[in-house]
C-alpha cells in the first residue's frame, strides 16, 4: 500500500489505559509528524522526526511518547491520558524537513480518531 | 514559536464569486508558507505554497501572495465552485526549516 496508513483508525481509552498509535509511510520520504486535530485548535505540532532524529517537541506533555525506529514508521504512545486529550490525531510525512528542503510538502494520513473517557 | 491567526474563519460565498483568505505570522524568519484543503471527513492536502522569495504565485483559479515586511500572505480563489467548499489551512514555517505551524482553518461554502 502508497500514501500514509494510519492504525488504528478509531480508539476509546479509558483515562489509566495505556494505548500506540501507529503510522507507516510508504513514500521514501524522511520526516514525519504528529499533528493533533480538535475543535478548539486545529493542526497543532506536536512531534517531529527528520531522518530518524526529533527535531521538533511543541512543549507536548509527557503523557504522550514518540517513537520512530526508522523512516517508515512512527508510533505515539499514550497513558494516563486526560479527556480533553480526545481527538484526530494526523499523521504526516514529508521528503525532508529542514533548511536544504526547499519546500516541504506533507502528505498526511487519514488519523486516528481517540476518545479519552 | 511561531504564531498564525487566520481570517475569517467561515466564509460563504456565491458560485462564480472570488473569495480571499488572510494569515499573519509573527515569526521573521519564516521562509515557507503553504496552503493545505481539507474536504469534509478528509484529510489535508497541499494545494499551493509560496517561499519568501517570492511575492505571488498563481496555479489556475488559485493565487497567493505574501508581504514579507507585514508578514501577512493570502490565498484567493477566483470563480469558486461548490466543490472548493472545504476548510482551509495556511501555515507558516518555523524559522527556516520548512516545517509548518497551522492556522486556524477557514470554512469555505460555496452556494451553488
Known amino acids: 500500500e502508497t500514501g500514509v496508513t494510519q492504525t488504528p483508525r478509531h480508539l476509546v481509552m479509558g483515562m489509566t489505559n495505556k494505548k500506540s498509535l501507529k503510522c507507516e509511510q510508504h513514500l521514501g520520504h524522511n520526516a514525519m509528524y504528529w499533528y493533533k486535530q480538535s475543535a478548539k485548535k486545529p493542526l497543532e505540532l506536536m512531534f517531529v522526526y527528520n531522518f530518524k532524529e526529533q527535531t521538533e517537541n511543541n512543549s507536548v506533555p509527557s503523557r504522550f511518547s514518540p517513537e520512530c525506529p526508522n523512516s517508515s514508521h512512527l508510533f505515539l504512545h499514550l497513558h494516563t491520558l486526560q479527556p480533553e486529550d480526545s481527538a484526530l490525531y494526523l499523521c504526516?510525512?514529508?521528503?525532508?524537513?529542514?533548511?536544504?528542503?526547499?519546500?516541504?510538502?506533507?502528505?498526511f494520513g487519514a488519523g486516528s480518531r481517540l476518545t479519552v473517557l | 514559536g511561531e504564531n498564525v491567526e487566520q481570517h475569517p474563519s467561515t466564509l460563504s460565498v456565491q458560485e462564480g464569486d472570488s473569495a480571499v483568505i488572510k494569515c499573519t505570522y509573527s515569526?521573521?524568519?519564516?521562509?515557507?508558507f503553504p496552503w493545505y484543503k481539507q474536504e469534509l471527513g478528509k484529510r489535508p492536502q497541499l494545494i499551493i505554497d509560496?517561499?519568501?522569495?517570492?511575492g505571488e504565485k498563481k496555479d489556475q483559479r488559485i493565487a497567493v501572495t505574501l508581504n514579507k515586511t507585514a508578514k501577512h500572505f493570502s490565498l484567493h480563489i477566483t470563480e469558486t465552485q461548490p466543490e472548493d467548499s472545504a476548510v482551509y489551512f495556511c501555515?507558516?514555517?518555523?524559522?527556516?526549516?520548512?516545517?509548518?505551524?497551522f492556522g486556524r482553518g477557514t470554512s469555505l461554502i460555496v452556494h451553488p
Open positions: 515569526d521573521s524568519a519564516s521562509n515557507y
Open positions: 509560496i517561499r519568501s522569495n517570492v
Open positions: 504526516a510525512s514529508s521528503q525532508a524537513a529542514g533548511a536544504l528542503s526547499g519546500a516541504n510538502v506533507l502528505t
Open positions: 501555515a507558516a514555517s518555523i524559522g527556516g526549516s520548512y516545517i509548518p505551524t
